[in-house]
């Protein structure tokens, strides 16, 4: 548990365990507790990377609207795999945790070693279809600013029992992280090289189409569709989760360059 500065704003980090580094980034309005029930599996065989973005949880609440962007998030995300002397990494996200990582390879790619991509939408295409989504972000960011943190309880149960300083931090988060510019993510999926697994909750119907697109842009890309389970698929299936996706990291370890096949 260690923070790490950039141009004055903190940005709180775990690592656990050794092994080929994995970054997992969580959705917005939750934090790097979300991952809790998946430590231990994932820690045996990886240098598993937790943080909180900048707006939550134990990361600093700036004040400057600047300070929130996908830019940054991107930035954040190299820098902490530089705290952890790792060059590459096996980077993944839940919800806006994954679109930042589809987001840091379109940046960063040869610092990708592999997507993990969990219930996560890559962006849109139409101009028209983005300002809804970012009506809906900026309608959040002023919920938040409205009612401060009551407005978790009437979120998800995950949500509800996470723990922010105030929530200026994520009314800002919506503005500048969780609404989108462009399209230049979506547009990237087509030259993604490196393996990647989109995992999707059966019951996560926003995130289902979303999740079959990618799945059909990402070249070779393997989908997990996790039954009786929400958009908080690794708390709702916990061992589900873990079934579907140490397979493919495994997979990843067999295949390292040096490795010999059989």
């Known amino acids: 548990m260690a ?10 980090y775990e690592i ?30 990886h240098k ?3 943080w909180d973005m900048r707006g939550h949880g134990q990361s600093d609440y700036p004040d400057n609207p600047d300070a ?3 830019a940054q998030t991107v930035g954040d995300i190299a820098a902490l795999l ?13 919800s806006l945790g994954g679109y930042m990582s589809l987001a840091f390879h379109r940046a960063h790619p040869a610092r990708v070693r592999a997507l993990l991509i969990i219930d ?31 407005v978790l309880k009437s979120l998800s149960a995950e949500r509800a029992s996470v723990t922010h300083r105030n929530a200026k931090g994520l009314a800002l988060a919506a503005r500048g992280m969780l609404a989108q510019r462009d399209a230049r993510v979506i547009e990237s999926l087509p030259d993604i090289k490196v393996p990647s ?19 059909a842009k990402i ?21 589900a989760f873990i079934d579907a996706v140490l397979p493919f990291l495994d997979g990843l370890a067999a295949n390292a360059p040096g490795k010999a096949v059989s």
């Open 219 to 239: 070249p070779g890309a393997q989908k997990a569709v996790i039954p009786n389970a929400g958009h908080a698929v690794n708390i709702d299936q916990p061992q």
């Open 68 to 70: 929130y962007s996908e």
């Open 16 to 45: 656990h365990g050794s092994g080929p580094p994995l970054i997992l980034t969580h959705g917005y309005s939750s934090t790097s507790a979300m991952w809790q029930g998946q430590i231990e599996a994932l820690s045996k065989r």
């Open 48 to 50: 598993l990377i937790l």
């Open 120 to 150: 996560t939408g890559p962006g849109f295409k139409k101009d028209d279809a983005r300002e809804v989504w970012n009506k809906r972000a900026r309608d959040t960011g002023d919920r938040f600013d409205r009612e401060g943190l009551d």
């Open 3 to 12: 923070k790490l500065n950039r141009s004055g704003v903190d940005i709180y």
């Open 82 to 94: 530089d705290a952890a002397g790792a060059e590459t990494a096996v980077v993944g996200g839940l």
């Open 197 to 215: 697994l989109v995992v999707v909750g059966a019951d996560d119907t926003p995130f289902l189409a979303a999740s079959d697109y990618m799945a």
